[in-house]
């Protein structure tokens, strides 16, 4: 059976009060293609759907559309929760998404509640299981093992034996003549992070070792990660990662879909296929005179600029005049002055306030002589005989 593995879509996500909305529609779109023209027996969506635990109404119908074309593509649709998303949301419409075909899974179920899902691939008429488990945080983790497991489990126990318990519950199913497939959202020790992660739910006690999934398992379909990656383990582990850039920091990502073949009896074949809707995120650094000379070269890029040149009033406002796809403006860490130590030198006391502004402006690289003129027009006020506390 063939089938795509995909993740981390952030559908509604504004990047630095950018509206993003029609760039994630066209990415969308062309994972829906990639869908149909592959003739896949199933799409998995690994979480983070949305961005937010409240999307907007806009972000909620970009996401339903997707889904019911890729249904009416003919392949089966499973969708769970990752941390951005709102699992409890989820679930309150697993009933109505169930009808069109969708299976939405918000929260941890035990394995005949909704745990594993079973399908025939309508291929190759293999029988598939999909063990689902979406996004677990720290607070449910014991209340989620008692579920599933169906034994009480002692609070002090760390997280990865709960998600242990879990995946063990979830996979004691699995046999050698069906397809048997994992799907979750979270963290594997060793994972490289993309660059636009959450770090709250990302850290080391939200971690689990690679080594807790089966070797039964013919490939498990992580989310979480923004970045494409497998890693070692008992059977196939891969993240699809993001297919956009969510921030700057997964500029240098590669955005991708993962389809995969497998069969109960021989090892599962995956295929990575670059999305390239989407604006490429890019860090540029120079003067902005020397930036404007390559403004035509940046495309519809957005940007992120580090100015190398000495920060003065209203040097934000000319970038972004120059290059309207600057997102952020910095000066280059590179350039600027290394950080003083904060205790004063003693000679400076015998220098007048003006004079001190001035080293402190040269120290932080401002150059501009009405900064220093407005200074000595605030200090005037505030020192003239007679004015107010």
Same mark, same amino acid.
């Given at each position: 059976?063939?089938?795509?593995?995909?993740?981390?879509?952030?559908?509604?996500?504004?990047?630095?009060?950018?509206?993003? =909305?029609? &760039?994630? /529609?066209?990415?969308? $779109? #062309?994972?829906?293609? @990639? *869908?149909?023209? !592959?003739?896949?027996?199933?799409?998995?969506?690994?979480?983070?759907?949305?961005?937010?635990?409240?999307?907007?109404?806009?972000?909620?119908?970009?996401?339903?559309?997707? =889904?019911? &074309?890729? /249904?009416?593509?003919? $392949? #089966?649709?499973?969708? @769970? *929760?990752?941390? !951005?998303?709102?699992?409890?949301?989820?679930?309150?419409?697993?009933?109505?998404?169930?009808?069109?075909?969708?299976?939405?899974?918000?929260?941890?179920?035990?394995?005949?509640?909704?745990?594993?899902?079973?399908?025939? $691939?309508?291929?190759?008429?293999?029988?598939?299981?999909?063990?689902?488990?979406?996004?677990?945080?720290?607070?449910?983790?014991?209340?989620?093992?008692?579920?599933?497991?169906?034994?009480?489990?002692?609070?002090?126990?760390?997280?990865?034996?709960?998600?242990?318990?879990?995946?063990?519950?979830?996979?004691?199913?699995?046999?050698?003549?069906?397809?048997?497939?994992?799907?979750?959202?979270?963290?594997?020790?060793?994972?490289?992070?993309?660059?636009?992660?959450?770090?709250?739910?990302?850290?080391?006690?939200?971690?689990?070792?690679?080594?807790?999934?089966?070797?039964?398992?013919?490939?498990?379909?992580?989310?979480?990660?923004?970045?494409?990656?497998?890693?070692?383990?008992?059977?196939?582990?891969?993240?699809?990662?993001?297919?956009?850039?969510?921030?700057?920091?997964?500029?240098?990502?590669?955005?991708?879909?993962?389809?995969?073949?497998?069969?109960?009896?021989?090892?599962?074949?995956?295929?990575?296929?670059?999305?390239?809707?989407?604006?490429?995120?890019?860090?540029?650094?120079?003067?902005?005179?020397?930036?404007?000379?390559?403004?035509?070269?940046?495309?519809?890029?957005?940007?992120?600029?580090?100015?190398?040149?000495?920060?003065?009033?209203?040097?934000?406002?000319?970038?972004?005049?120059?290059?309207?796809?600057?997102?952020?403006?910095?000066?280059?860490?590179?350039?600027?002055?290394?950080?003083?130590?904060?205790?004063?030198?003693?000679?400076?006391?015998?220098?007048?306030?003006?004079?001190?502004?001035?080293?402190?402006?040269?120290?932080?690289?401002?150059?501009?002589?009405?900064?220093?003129?407005?200074?000595?027009?605030?200090?005037?006020?505030?020192?003239?005989?007679?004015?107010?506390?």
């Amino acid at each position: 059976m063939k089938f795509m593995h995909t993740s981390d879509w952030h559908v509604g996500k504004i990047l630095k009060g950018r509206d993003r =909305l029609d &760039e994630q /529609r066209a990415v969308l $779109a #062309e994972i829906t293609r @990639i *869908a149909d023209q !592959h003739q896949v027996d199933a799409v998995l969506v690994a979480g983070d759907v949305y961005e937010t635990a409240a999307p907007s109404a806009q972000a909620q119908q970009l996401v339903v559309q997707t =889904l019911l &074309e890729l /249904r009416r593509a003919g $392949a #089966e649709v499973i969708v @769970i *929760a990752g941390n !951005h998303d709102h699992g409890p949301t989820f679930d309150a419409y697993r009933p109505l998404m169930a009808i069109a075909g969708i299976t939405v899974i918000g929260t941890v179920r035990p394995p005949d509640q909704g745990g594993v899902v079973r399908f025939r $691939a309508r291929s190759g008429g293999e029988d598939v299981q999909v063990a689902v488990l979406p996004f677990l945080t720290q607070r449910y983790a014991v209340r989620a093992a008692e579920i599933v497991t169906q034994s009480p489990s002692e609070s002090v126990r760390a997280y990865d034996e709960m998600v242990r318990q879990i995946v063990t519950a979830l996979t004691g199913g699995f046999s050698d003549g069906t397809v048997n497939l994992l799907m979750a959202h979270l963290t594997c020790i060793g994972g490289a992070f993309g660059g636009g992660e959450r770090s709250a739910q990302s850290i080391f006690e939200y971690s689990v070792p690679a080594s807790i999934f089966p070797v039964s398992t013919h490939y498990v379909a992580l989310g979480h990660l923004h970045r494409r990656q497998s890693l070692p383990a008992h059977c196939p582990v891969h993240y699809s990662g993001s297919p956009i850039a969510v921030d700057f920091g997964e500029q240098d990502n590669t955005s991708v879909v993962c389809i995969v073949e497998a069969s109960p009896s021989v090892p599962a074949r995956i295929t990575d296929i670059p999305i390239s809707a989407g604006r490429r995120l890019r860090t540029v650094r120079g003067t902005l005179p020397e930036l404007e000379a390559r403004a035509a070269s940046f495309g519809t890029d957005y940007l992120r600029v580090w100015l190398r040149e000495p920060t003065r009033a209203g040097l934000r406002d000319d970038t972004v005049a120059a290059l309207p796809n600057a997102l952020e403006v910095r000066i280059d860490p590179d350039f600027a002055a290394p950080s003083r130590q904060d205790r004063p030198d003693l000679a400076s006391a015998a220098r007048t306030p003006g004079q001190l502004f001035a080293d402190y402006c040269a120290a932080e690289q401002v150059a501009d002589a009405r900064v220093a003129a407005l200074f000595g027009r605030l200090h005037d006020e505030v020192t003239a005989v007679g004015s107010a506390d």
